[in-house]
């Protein structure tokens, strides 16, 4: 478990950091929490030349009431997203969702940002921004722009970044007192879903993002149309899978991962309909 | 007198804390990597990504230019430096096949993982970076990784062998011929179930780590090793390499587990000490955990199937056995002996009369070699009976518990002669069963699943027991000749009383973490009556302790523990002689107690042993004949195995729509006999009990067609962790062994032998009404839910 050999900057901000990503090219990469992307490096799955070390660009790491929506550094740990009082009382469903994660080591060292640029269909992060309709703020060499998160996956650990880009910031809607429910299915208590879900309701709007059930996040429109046209809970989260294309692996066959997909999401929208 | 009988003041029995547990709770303990051994060399191995190839060429001219690596070696290139192939010591047949077996492949690999290369640098990075550079040329072949395929012999893998098959192994008894087939013929039920033991890989915490040290003039070498086998791998060292015995020592520093994994002698000891030598200095190699998955043993992987014949009353008349074994892809030290541990156990804790056909065909296949793995052929035993114990009641539509109460081997049977000859010492099951029920309110269980278990139920409540013999403590010397093992069975300890009356006690056991240190301490300050804490324990270092068989099979406290009390009593004789001088009075006269002779009926006449140890030291008058110091050695030689035995009861909770098995209970009910330590037994069941229910419902080392295995780290292999271990009631009854003086059995695999069959007859109890009776291990959420769909569909 020894990763090929890099070099290691540390950038003491965005401005900082953007500037040597771009120096070293391709072959450099943001360090943030480093409990994705060391992992990746000592299998050698993963082996750039050049670390960016971001994790102590501390004027990323805040959670702040912006009126209609709150916005959340990238730099952020998960255990912070978890702890939060405004998230609590704003957008419950990702401080509750962010408890999910790994375990408490995990969570410390994790960021919010790490989980949603490494853009992993199978972390819970990226399916609960998606649910919730947020937009990521990234910044590159000419300065900032917004994507929406629908629009931010786009494969395998792979999304909207350009490589010379830093996600900065996640802007989440509040939630509005809107019901909610996050399942995750997993074989031993601290373990990536085999199969994970994310829902809000409130009236006839709602939200429902799959995790690992594909190549990316799924955003499950088909049950938040059925919903919108009155159909029931049971009837609507029959069309879990439609907008998935789930994988065979070790813990689930496509058959029972489109099963459990479909249980879940039932779970959830009863949970959230309460 | 005897420390079986009631005691006051006994030390024996007292849950004493694990004088070992400091330093390894603080990081202080030193484990084989925390050796900093100045000038070393860093190992590296090249390994397969083939199941099945032939190699080439191997181009190491690149990997040669890298920076810091000295040297890089080919199976070749280091042929003439092995005297021997890699040892396997048990050849459990005449006619058994061994393909010879080396260190690095020589034309062929054989498994992914198989060693191919050997680079040496100045630093670990460095040897690992090379390996990237070595560019080898394989021309594949098909993998084997289903065993009745491998037994087919379509794909032969060791030509030289030119069958896949390494031995047919029998072991029929009758009363009279055609027993066996007259019983299933008369049987009112019979059974015939077909069981998968999947392959385990035991995830010891301390991957393996080697470190070769030679001294710089005169060919002396010590050997230091994650290994749970010091002594054996010293001679097996010396064999297979042809050096002289006498100058290799083998030390086995803190070790962080083993399970069976480092009971053996592996390529990278053998390259280390090899490589040592060639370059004159230290060579050091630490394994990663991927590593750990392809290269260490793996455990199991058995297809059983078994028979029972019963009468109407569901009374056992016989039980036939066929086994195919998968070796994997070459012999280590006892792989073919594993299938034969359980032999003798497919009948269970039921008093059979004499027809019971076993037979095992064991098979190579292209996958990691397999070995002894917690347990060692006793779990798969169990499993095999237990569950087809169920599949019985099911059929006779009895209650499984009443089942087995009617074919318990009852108390007053012991010592019990079963079918096979062996002699059970001592048992009481159905008081172990009983206390069993007790803890678990049997009776209230099977009511509220009446209830909850209905038609269309989300959840269903299943119940699930098994009743285990263990058959371990190995072994007496005679009987292991009996089954052509390579060795013998018995163990060593030196016990030395020094001046000032502290005592090193010597052990030829090699505790990795099962605190012998704490055990052993206790029993000789039993036996001589000096405080614990007066006592050191060494061990694991063949210049220190250099005679022993070492710490596997549950054999450590009722072979080695038991040499220690018979040193402990040789030295408490020689001492008796000495005092008895000072006290001018004859030897039969004293008396000990509590570290003190006295004569007997005048106890103001006495002297304490402490006195005796000074005046043994001074030699200044001693009787005549009696040399001066008091230390013995005693080699404990066991008469007979040890039987430990109980009862476990598992409740689950399945989700029938998701297919996850919640664990609500687990009781285990053990009977060790006589329990040294009652803290560190407990322990032994909690993790004994972990590993058999991570066999039932989390782990297996998966391979794909092409001989790929899937589980190569901790995220794919499932081992539970504590969050997912449901609590466990721990309870016992004692039943002392008859053949040994401290009345121990050991406790080191009871757990594990109990508890996968605990857990499968509770999954297949909750489901049975849905028309599921059959379900593979793991029970994995995805098995589980296909299983009902399968049975539900198929209705
Ligand atoms: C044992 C373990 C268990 C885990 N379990 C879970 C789980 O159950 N659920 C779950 O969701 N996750 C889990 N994780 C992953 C965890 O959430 C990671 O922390 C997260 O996925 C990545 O965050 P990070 O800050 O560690 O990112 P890093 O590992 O530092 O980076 C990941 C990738 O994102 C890039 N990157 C990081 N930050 C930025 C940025 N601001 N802008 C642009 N690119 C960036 C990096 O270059 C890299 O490519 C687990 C991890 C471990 C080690």
């Known amino acids: 478990m020894i990763p090929a050999a890099f070099e290691y900057k540390r950038a003491g901000s965005a401005e900082e950091a953007i500037n ?9 990469k943001f360090l943030a929490g480093g409990h994705s992307l060391i992992p990746l490096m000592k299998l050698r799955l993963a082996q750039p030349t050049m670390l960016v070390d971001i994790g102590r660009v501390k004027d990323l790491s805040y959670i702040k009431d912006a009126g209609d929506h709150i916005a959340i550094g990238a730099l952020t740990r998960h255990m912070d997203v978890e702890k939060s009082p405004v998230l609590s009382q704003h957008v419950p469903l990702l401080a509750h969702a962010a408890g999910y994660v790994g375990d408490a080591q995990v969570r410390h060292r994790g960021t919010i940002g790490g989980s949603i640029a490494h853009a992993d269909p199978a972390g819970d992060i990226p399916a609960t921004t998606l649910a919730l309709g947020a937009t990521y703020v990234v910044q590159g060499p000419n300065g900032k722009r917004e994507i ?33 429910s996050f399942q995750k299915f ?89 | 007198m005897s420390i079986t009988q009631e005691r006051t003041n006994s030390i024996i029995g007292q849950r004493m804390l694990r004088r ?84 690095l492949a020589l034309d062929k690999v054989c498994y992914v993982g198989d060693g191919v290369a050997a680079v040496l640098a100045n630093s670990e990075t460095e040897s690992r970076d090379a390996l990237d550079a070595i560019d080898v040329a394989y021309e594949p072949l098909q993998a084997v990784t289903d065993l009745e395929v491998a037994l087919s012999d379509k794909t032969i893998i060791h030509e030289a062998i030119g069958t896949n098959k390494s031995y047919t192994w029998n ?92 009971l053996d002698v592996y390529a990278e000891e053998l390259l280390c000490v090899a490589l040592s030598r060639k370059h004159g200095a230290p060579v050091r190699w630490v394994e990663e955990r991927t590593e750990n998955t392809q290269s260490t043993i793996h455990g199991r992987g058995q297809i059983q199937n078994i028979e029972l014949a019963a009468d109407k009353d569901g009374k056992l008349t016989a039980v036939r056995v066929r086994l195919i074994g998968d070796m994997g892809a070459y012999l280590q030290l006892v792989t073919p002996g594993v299938p034969l541990l359980g032999a003798f156990l497919y009948a269970g804790v039921y008093d059979l009369p004499v027809a019971y056909d076993f037979s095992c065909t064991s098979v190579f296949t292209t996958m990691t070699p397999t070995d002894a793995y917690r347990g060692a052929g006793r779990p798969e035993a169990t499993y ?66 009446a209830t909850q278990n209905v038609a269309g139920a989300r959840k269903r409540l299943g119940i699930g027991m098994t009743s285990y013999f263990e058959m371990c403590g190995l072994a007496p010397s005679r009987v292991l000749a009996s089954l052509n093992y ?214 297996e080392a998966v391979y794909d067609t092409d001989g790929n295995l899937k589980t190569t780290n901790l995220a794919e292999y499932l081992v539970p962790a504590a969050c997912d271990v449901p609590p466990i009631t721990t309870d016992f009854t004692v039943t002392p062994s008859p053949t040994n003086q401290l009345g121990v059995k050991g406790v080191g695999e009871a757990g594990t032998i109990g508890a996968a069959s605990t857990v499968m007859n509770a999954v297949i109890d909750a489901l049975s009404g849905l028309g599921v009776t059959k379900l593979d291990m793991p029970a994995s959420p995805n098995n589980v839910w296909k299983a009902i769909q399968a049975a539900q569909g198929g209705k």
């Not at chain 2, 860093?42 to 690596?69: C, E, F, N, Q």
């Open chain 1, 186 to 274: 997993n074989r031993r208590a601290v373990d990536w879903a085999i199969v994970g879900v994310a829902a809000w309701r409130n009236n006839g709007a709602s939200g429902v993002a799959l995790v690992n059930m594909g190549s990316t996040p799924v955003l499950a429109s088909a049950v938040s149309s059925a919903l919108a046209k009155g159909a029931s809970v049971a009837d609507a989260a029959a069309h879990a899978a439609d907008d998935a294309e789930p994988q065979a692996d070790l813990n689930a066959s496509v058959e029972y991962r489109t099963h459990l997909a479909k249980v879940l999401v039932r779970r959830a929208l009863e949970q959230a309909s309460k």
């Open chain 1, 20 to 28: 040597l990503i771009g120096q070293y090219g391709d072959e450099a």
């Open chain 1, 148 to 180: 929406a998160a629908k629009d931010f996956y786009k494969g395998f650990l792979e999304s909207a970044l350009a490589a010379d880009e830093m996600l900065v910031e996640i802007k989440v809607p509040k939630m509005n007192g809107a019901g909610w």
């Open chain 2, 171 to 262: 072991l029929k008894v009758e009363a009279t011929e055609g027993a066996v087939d007259e019983a299933f013929k008369n049987a009112a039920f019979t059974v015939s179930e077909r069981y998968i033991q999947q392959r385990l890989i035991p995830m010891a915490m301390e991957p393996r780590a080697v470190v070769a040290v030679p001294q710089p003039f005169g060919g002396d070498i010590t050997l230091y090793s994650a290994t749970q086998v010091p002594h054996i791998l010293k001679v097996m060292t010396a064999i297979t390499l042809g050096i002289p015995e006498h100058q290799l020592r083998v030390v086995a520093p803190a070790v962080g587990g083993g399970f069976g994994s480092k």
């Open chain 2, 384 to 449: 095999a009976i237990e569950v087809a114990m169920d599949a019985l009641a099911r059929k006779m539509k009895i209650d499984p518990y009443e089942l087995r109460k009617r074919n318990y081997i009852k108390k007053e049977q012991f010592p019990y002669t079963a079918f096979s000859g062996l002699t059970y010492d001592s048992g009481d099951h159905l008081a172990a069963a009983e206390k069993a029920m007790g803890h678990a309110d049997y009776a209230a269980v099977r009511k509220k699943q």
């Open chain 2, 486 to 699: 390579g060795a013998g069975g018995w163990e060593s300890a030196t016990v030395r009383v020094l001046p000032t009356s502290k005592v090193q006690v010597v052990t030829g056991t090699s505790p990795h973490g099962q605190g012998h240190e704490t055990s052993w301490a206790m029993i000789a300050a039993e036996k001589l009556g000096v405080a614990p804490e007066d006592i050191d324990v060494l061990h694991s270092d063949t210049a220190i302790a250099p005679l022993g068989l070492d710490t596997y099979g549950s054999r450590s406290l009722a072979v080695g523990g038991v040499a220690i009390a018979g040193a402990c009593d040789k030295v408490i004789d020689k001492a008796r002689l000495i005092a008895a001088h000072q006290l001018e009075c004859a030897a039969e006269d004293l008396e000990f107690a509590q570290g003190t002779f006295s004569v007997k009926g005048s106890h103001d006449k006495a002297v304490p042993l402490a006195a005796i140890a000074f005046a043994a030291f001074t030699a200044h008058n001693l009787p005549d004949g009696v040399e001066p110091n008091l230390e013995a050695q005693y080699t404990h030689d066991p008469k007979n195995f040890s039987w430990p035995f109980g009862a476990h009861i598992c409740i689950v909770e399945i989700d029938t729509e998701t297919g996850k098995v919640d664990v609500l209970k687990y009781i285990a009910v053990d009977d060790c006999g006589i329990q040294i330590n009652p803290l560190i037994v407990e322990g032994q069941v909690h993790g004994g009990v972990v590993q058999g229910l991570a066999q039932a419902l989390y782990e």
């Open chain 2, 20 to 103: 070992e547990d400091p330093a390894l709770l603080t990081g202080e303990a030193k484990f084989t990597n925390d050796l900093v051994i100045p000038g070393a060399l860093h190992l590296a191995v090249l390994r397969s990504p083939y199941a099945h190839a032939r190699i080439k060429s191997i181009d190491v001219t690149d990997a040669l230019t890298m920076p810091g690596v000295i040297a890089i070696y080919t199976g070749k290139d280091l042929h003439a430096t092995w005297a021997a192939p890699m040892p396997c010591a048990w050849p459990v047949t005449p006619d058994m096949k061994n393909p010879a077996h080396f260190p």
